[in-house]
């Protein structure tokens, strides 16, 4: 089983930079997705960006130009680079990586989740 440990939030003024985080217990195989996901209180969790090895990234059409996903070679850490934050980006974020050995191998993990509070 693996665990995926997130860092990098905190509270940052509007306008500022950010850099999550997202590190693997382990090297994974296998892997369609990866990417970050947030949840504001009080309503639903969206996704922000993923990244598809060999496919290329998804990101929200309000994060886009702004945050860049990005992963490391060994394929055991996820960023989020986030940049010109505003007070509509606080939210919890939570690091997501899928994928599978074989199909009778499939796997869905998910982080603790890292709060970003943004204030104006």
């Known amino acids: 089983q693996v665990q995926l440990v997130e860092s990098g939030g905190g509270l940052v003024q509007a306008g500022g930079s950010l850099r999550l985080s997202c590190a693997a217990s382990?090297?994974?195989?296998?892997?369609?997705?990866m990417g970050w996901y947030r949840q504001a209180p009080g309503k639903q969790r969206e996704k922000v960006a993923t990244?598809?090895?060999?496919?290329?990234?998804y990101y929200l059409d309000s994060v886009r130009g702004r945050f860049t996903i990005s992963r490391d070679n060994a394929e055991n850490t996820v960023y989020l680079e986030m940049n010109n934050l505003k007070p509509e980006d606080t939210a919890v974020y939570y690091c997501?990586?899928?994928?599978?050995?074989?199909?009778?191998?499939?796997?869905?993990?998910w982080g603790q989740g890292t709060q970003v509070t943004v204030s104006s």
């Open positions: 382990r090297r994974l195989r296998g892997i369609s997705d």
């Open positions: 997501n990586v899928r994928g599978a050995v074989v199909v009778e191998r499939m796997y869905d993990y």
């Open positions: 990244i598809t090895p060999g496919a290329g990234t």
